[in-house]
């Protein structure tokens, strides 16, 4: 059944139709897809949601486009996973780690871009594209070809090699731009313009890419047995996710599926060499200052975020806090996430997980909150940032003597492995 939505001035309030807008006609202000919830609770449950397909469509009835055969390549559902030996580590008694890693393209961007590309088509389009600082890229190149349509790409030149790879294997046609994301963005707002009849994921159909991100956190109530964590940490790039996050929990509760959602509190996290929202937090004012980005955290490497002002709002009416980390605090994330609990992730989630470690440090996250931690992209993406601190601990002559020499090993356990890498 096709839903009855309509697209929401941020603003001033005033509603549009469904179509390929994404920014208010009187005021500017950014349009957000309006559902009528009395409408969804009456034909939503738990057991309505638990029937249907292990992924983001799960909560179709959440989502702004009802398509009965979705742009689906499977993003979603992925693991919920209870993290006692890093929670231990850092003396959280409660931690999970959402493990958005092993989504189809490797990263949390799956979920929006299939919602944007099934919307996209809904609506006509044949090309898709996107300015991205990478994963988006990749997304929409694989879900693109799902579809069966045409896409373009447009990255900053300096982008990790793995995500160009990724993107231009699946067909897409990538275009590295010189110069930062920032000026990436500008251009494909020009470009819109010039390729009316072009979906750009981030621009023309923004406002239902953003939807995808409340998957999140649909998931993790459902999978926390229908119960709202107390307190999410999130990486922010443009700030999408972290509003969407919140706005996932709320409707849980509109729609009478979960308690206590508006009590759940939602922590940023960002990279020390860019970290407009994190210092306009520090400094208690709601505006956002553009910077330009110096961070191995490419992925999150937005200057000027576009939801960086709801951002904030959310994460000081939430109770939140948010953090900025230094490259090596990332790189330290990275090693700690993988050592304790096996989950290798790309330089955003070190992000998250030296972030989670400064909120402990801080006060800001209690030892016994039920905390979630997203962890959005896979560490195969940014394998460069790890050069340096991982790679061989000995290279050997095929032979024991060399092998006695270079690993001493005490019992049965290895007691030095000297490393070599570099
Ligand atoms: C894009 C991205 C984010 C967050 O992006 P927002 O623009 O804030 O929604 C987080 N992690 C990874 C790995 C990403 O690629
Ligand atoms: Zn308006």
Known sequence: MEQALTLRCRECGR?????????????????????????IARRVSRASIEAGPTSIWRYRDLLPVA????????????????ADRLGAHLGLRDLWIKNDTLNPTGSFKDRVVSVALTKARQLGFK??????????????????????????????????SAKVMMASVYGGTVVAVEGSYDDVNRLCAELTSEHPSWAFVNVNVRSYYAEGSKTLAFEVAEQLGWTAPDHVVVPIASGSQLTKIHKGFRELGLVGLVDGTDRVRISGAQALGCSPVATAFAEGTDIVRPVKPDTIAKSLAIGNPADGYYALKVIAETGG???AVADDEILEGIALLAR?????????????????????ADGTIRPDERVVAM???HGLKTIEAMGGVAGPSA??????????????VEGDLIATAPREHS
């Open 67 to 82: 398509d009965e055969h979705p742009v689906d390549l499977g993003a979603g559902f992925t693991p919920l996973v209870r």
């Open 375 to 377: 962890v959005t992209g």
């Open 15 to 39: 509603e549009f139709e469904p179509l390929a807008l994404h920014v208010c006609d009187f005021c500017f202000g950014p349009l957000e897809v309006a559902y009528d919830y009395e409408a």
């Open 395 to 408: 290279t050997i002559a095929a032979t024991l003597d060399a092998f006695d020499a270079a690993i001493q």
């Open 340 to 360: 304790t609990e096996g989950i290798f992730a790309e330089t955003a989630g070190g992000v998250t997980i030296a972030s989670l470690a400064r909120l402990v």
């Open 127 to 160: 090309v898709a594209a996107c300015a991205s600082t990478g994963n988006l890229a990749s997304s929409v190149a694989a879900h693109a070809a799902k579809a069966g349509m045409e896409s373009v790409v447009l990255v900053p030149s300096n982008l990790e």
């Open 321 to 323: 806090g948010c953090a």
